[in-house]
């Protein structure tokens, strides 16, 4: 059997109607953008990619976190592979601080793509796991001048989400609302190939992902459920439980779709004005199209993400994903705290 190349499989998929030649056109090329990082990524200390952006003065994203020279070297990548293909009417990122309009010289396209172009990255300078995270909308029909504003459409709207692992090999995972599917880059050939179709996550799970160090911080209902995990055998869910945190929120998440588990960034008290870490728009939506197209589940502890309406492009959310069960128990616990509350 020949090896599917995602060229081929776009292909096919447009054939069956599942996607247009212009999204085939956006999606090869944020994996053409996606080859490009990679290459960057894989150059390391060897082609002054490491450390912070802006020189000694450092550089700021809208976010108020430091700016890594990879993050604004993916941002630069992804922002000029896709100005001119006529397929886009604008590009929102999480190193940006307002959407951004494809530039006049070129024709717009109906689709607006939404990146974090370089998560994880405090892990660059250790020479860990990172990746790119995008996600595809729709741009609303009749848009002249696109704003920030019409790129607030819930996750369920979006057309196409998907996560590309700068990891010992470079996966791209990508869902167009029909499966989840990952290829890995043959760097020989420079193409992605098909590796694993229709990843399903097992809905059951003994391994959880979360930064431990912030357990003091958490609200109640995130405590119990924490609790009882470590508890394993002894307590109430009667078994053991493993745990993992990469920090690369891409890299935790691919491994919840290769082998199941549960992934947490819940709300904590440490600073009470954000509510959560990860961002909506760029980390937690296009996760959640993944992680439910594999069969998976994802929450803010209380609702589905992909039905949060989002009130702004850089609005942070509590995250709960993964293996199906153990999202739902983790969510209950949310819920009845809420209902004794009330
Ligand atoms: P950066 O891309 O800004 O480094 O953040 C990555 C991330 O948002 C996500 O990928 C991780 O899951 C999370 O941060 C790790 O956060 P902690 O350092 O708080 O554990």
């Known amino acids: 059997m020949p090896a599917i190349s995602l060229t081929r499989h776009l292909i096919e998929e447009q054939r069956l109607g599942h996607v247009t030649p212009d999204l085939r056109l956006l999606l ?6 996606c080859k490009r990082i990679s290459v960057a990524v894989g150059k390391g200390a060897l082609g002054d990619v490491l450390g912070e952006a802006g020189g000694e003065a450092g550089s700021i994203n809208v976010q108020g976190e430091a700016q890594k020279k990879l993050d604004v070297i993916s941002n630069e990548i992804l922002l000029e592979a896709n100005a001119w293909g006529g397929h886009l009417a604008a590009c929102a990122s999480e190193e940006m ?9 070129f ?18 300078d250790i020479n860990a796991s990172v990746g790119t995270i995008f996600s595809v909308l729709r741009c609303p029909e009749g848009t002249a001048a696109v704003e920030d504003a019409h790129f607030l459409q819930a996750g369920r709207t979006q057309v196409a989400a998907g996560y590309c692992l700068y990891g010992p090999s470079t996966m791209l995972v990508l869902t ?4 989840t599917h990952a290829f890995t880059l043959d760097r020989e ?13 097992p809905e059951t799970t003994r391994e959880f992902a979360i930064n431990m160090s912030n357990q003091r911080h958490w609200e109640a209902p995130t405590q119990a459920y924490v609790a009882d995990l470590l508890a394993g055998t002894d307590g ?3 078994k053991d439980f493993n745990m993992r945190w990469v920090a690369a929120m891409v890299a935790d998440v691919h491994r919840i779709l290769t082998r199941g588990g549960i992934f947490i960034y819940p709300w904590d008290r440490k600073d009470p004005s954000k509510p959560g870490k990860l961002r909506l728009m760029y980390e937690a939506n296009p996760m959640a199209m ?3 197209q594999a069969g998976g589940a994802a929450t803010n502890g209380r609702t589905r993400i992909l039905d949060i309406e989002p009130d ?5 959310v509590p995250v709960f994903l993964g293996s199906r069960d153990e999202v739902e128990t983790a969510t209950g616990y949310h819920l009845r705290h809420d209902g004794d509350a009330a």
Do not use: K
């Not at 024709?107 to 660059?124: A, Q, T």
């Open 97 to 105: 601080a307002h959407c951004e309009p494809i530039p006049d010289a």
């Open 290 to 292: 993944l992680v439910e």
């Open 189 to 201: 050939q420079g193409s992605f190939v098909l590796t694993r179709a229709h990843l399903r996550i």
């Open 28 to 33: 090869e090329v944020v994996a053409r953008a």
């Open 176 to 179: 167009i609302g029909h499966g």
């Open 236 to 238: 109430p869910r009667g």
């Open 107 to 124: 024709p717009r396209g109906n689709y607006l793509l939404v990146f974090d172009p370089l998560d994880g990255s405090s892990n660059i």
């Open 312 to 316: 702004s492009l850089h609005q942070r």
